[in-house]
Each structure stands twice: as C-alpha cells, then as structure tokens.
C-alpha cells in the first residue's frame, strides 16, 4: 500500500461521534459502548510524525475490529501496528502488531505483563492525543445532525486540515532560527 515509504510504526483507534436517533434502522446506529446513537471514524496515524495515514468509516453497533476488517487496510511487513484491546485478532492478520494482554479469567497479570501493557499505553497515547485534536472541531465533538453519508467527507476533511496543521508546525520548527 505505502511502497518504501512505509512508517515504522503506526497506531490504530476508533472514536465515536453521536448523532441524532434515526427515524429508521435505529439498532444499526445504536452503540452500546457508550449508550446512544453514534457513528465510529477509525484513524490509523503514523506515530514518527503524527500524521493520519488512513480513515474509514462505520455505525454504531460496528465493533472496531469488524471495522477494521471492512475497510481493507493492510500495513507493510515491517510496520509495527499498535492497537487496543478491541483489536483482538489483529496478530492473526498483521504479525507485527501489539495489543495489550487480557488478564485471565479468575486469575491476574504478572508483573512483567502489566509492564508491558504500560509500555504499550505509552506509545499509544499519542492517538488518544490526535482525537482529542480532532474533536476540537465541534462538528466530531457535538451530536451531528448532518447527512449520514457525508460524515465520512467531512471527517477526511477534518483530517487533512490537521495533518496541515502537524506539517506546518513541523516546518516551522526545522526553519526556526537557534
């Protein structure tokens, strides 16, 4: 998909925008997640420059990982993938990918595991961060009450003015003078 210019690590999270209950097909939009009607945007961001790579788009009820399946995005061999826990089974398409560990049932984690999962917080957070910029625009941030088809335009327009905005400040620091 990406050639030679493949990142070296990237980080995939779905983040949800809540809608007005439709008129019709209500349980498609219905998340249960967070108890009301919503449509997901799923970014995947390059973490050595914090841009978005790609988006794709769902309802509701989608679960992360189905949406993730349905949108047909596939990493290079190399790319590290870091994703969270609504991503189980990504290993099984892309081995070079992390999750963190469930705890097992009845019992708890070892040290070295809960280690491991807050290495693997860190690392992610940086997505956290670029929805918490993306949801500035309050258009992601409140209901949306526009078309349900054009959500998906709007998001990657959303996207783009901030990966400008990641680019611009990134110039702007290479020229300063020091």
Request: aromatic fraction near 8%; proline fraction near 3%; hydrophobic fraction near 35%.
């Amino acid at each position: 998909m990406w050639g030679d210019n493949a990142p070296t690590v990237i980080a995939i999270d779905v983040t949800e925008s809540q809608v007005e209950r439709p008129k019709q097909c209500q349980k498609h939009f219905y998340s249960g997640k967070k108890k009301h009607h919503a449509l997901k945007a799923q970014l995947v961001v390059d973490l050595t420059n914090f841009q978005i790579v790609c988006t794709a788009y769902g309802k509701g009820k989608q679960h992360d990982f189905s949406l993730f399946k349905a949108s047909g995005v596939h990493f290079h061999a190399q790319t590290q993938g870091l994703a969270d826990k609504g991503y189980q089974g990504l290993q099984k398409l892309h081995s070079n990918s992390q999750i963190p560990i469930k705890k097992p049932k009845g019992g708890s984690l070892s040290k070295e595991d809960k280690r491991f999962n807050r290495q693997l917080a860190r690392q992610r957070i940086a997505i956290e961060h670029v929805n918490r910029r993306l949801k500035i625009f309050k258009i992601l941030s409140l209901p949306y009450r526009n078309r349900c088809r054009r959500f998906g335009l709007r998001c990657n327009l959303i996207a783009a003015i901030y990966n400008f905005e990641v680019a611009l400040t990134a110039a702007k620091s290479s020229i300063s003078p020091t």
